[in-house]
């Protein structure tokens, strides 16, 4: 394998294992972008990304430019001269001038199997939809939101367990193993582009904390979908008074029914618009997550208590 001369360009947790990977393949990683350190957490200290903090770990330069859209940016990225440019949720969008930058273009590293979950939450809406199988697609990036030609695929089944967690985690790995192959088969001219069908493609919205609400009309299975694609974030909830309780782990029961939101034993099963669910898991705000039955005793609801 020849080494090439790559631009990085990722943020988050997501992007860190597929920048470690390339390093460690022989890659020329001649600059790495990301996004500006921020104001996090409580304390609103400026912390630097995760892909940030790897880079300066493996000794390469970065660059936290906020657009990418000026002549001067631009300019700057082309002295570079990279062979490629490898996006994995950089979070800014590529203006045409740096897609015509490096010679074999720009490689993105999508968290589904294209055209299904174009868009930013890929991972959480193919559990919340019930998808069997989510993947990695390495794309040539266009203009157009995760509409370029497909060049290499990889397919992973969704467990009956699995969470947004669980999925981010193996499918970074795999998005990593998979873009040192597309570059390898790209030097020798083995990559074959496949355009996407329009007719199949579907959009994954950005989450928003409002998709957490949990509605007990719904049926069990849809809200169960709902928290292990919603966990770690934005968690689902649902309210107790003015109190708001997360919800981090149920199981599905159709030993029990009743009217939508009702509490159907000790156990902290409640009844749904179909079957019922067992709150395994719950937090109150401020305190360690604990298990159902525990909380309902520290609360005192009785069977037939309903939730609003």
């Known amino acids: 394998m020849t080494s090439l001369r790559l631009v990085f360009m990722g943020t988050p947790d997501f992007a860190v294992p597929a920048l470690r990977t390339l390093h460690k393949a022989g890659h020329n990683i001649v600059g790495v972008y990301c996004q500006p350190p921020k104001p996090a957490h ?4 400026i912390r630097k990304t995760p892909v940030h903090l790897e880079a300066e770990k493996l000794g390469l330069p970065v660059q936290t430019p906020s657009t990418l ?23 800014l969008i590529l203006p045409q ?25 890929p991972i959480h809406r193919a559990l919340l939809a019930g998808d069997t199988q989510t993947g990695i697609t390495i794309m040539q990036m266009d203009a157009g939101l995760d509409t370029g030609d497909m060049l290499l695929k990889k397919s992973l089944p969704i467990a009956a367990q699995d969470t947004s967690a669980t999925l981010h985690d193996a499918l970074r790995e795999m998005g990593a193993r ?15 582009p496949e355009a996407q069908d329009e007719q199949k493609s579907t959009y994954a919205a950005k989450l928003t904390r409002e998709e957490g609400k949990i509605e007990w009309s719904q049926p069990a299975l849809e809200i169960e979908r709902q928290i292990r694609a919603l966990t770690p974030w934005p968690s689902t909830f649902f309210k107790l008074g003015e109190e708001t309780i997360k919800l981090l782990d149920a199981e599905i029961t159709d030993k029990l029914s009743g009217q ?49």
Do not use: M
């Open 178 to 192: 998979l873009i040192v192959k597309a570059l390898d088969l790209a030097q020798n001219g083995n990559l074959k």
């Open 260 to 308: 939508a939101g009702t509490l159907l034993d000790k156990d902290f099963t409640v009844a749904c618009g179909q079957g019922a669910l067992r709150l395994t898991l719950v937090q109150q705000s401020g305190k360690k997550p604990t298990d159902g039955a525990s909380f309902l005793r520290g609360k005192r609801l009785e069977k037939g208590f309903v939730f609003p």
């Open 42 to 45: 409580r304390g609103h200290k």
């Open 69 to 91: 859209r000026n002549a001067q940016e631009q300019e700057k990225l082309a002295t570079l001269a990279p062979d490629a440019i490898i996006v994995a949720a950089y979070g």
């Open 97 to 121: 001038e740096v897609l015509d930058t490096p010679r074999l273009g720009c490689l993105n590293i999508h968290a589904s199997l294209l055209p299904r979950w174009r868009g930013a939450a």
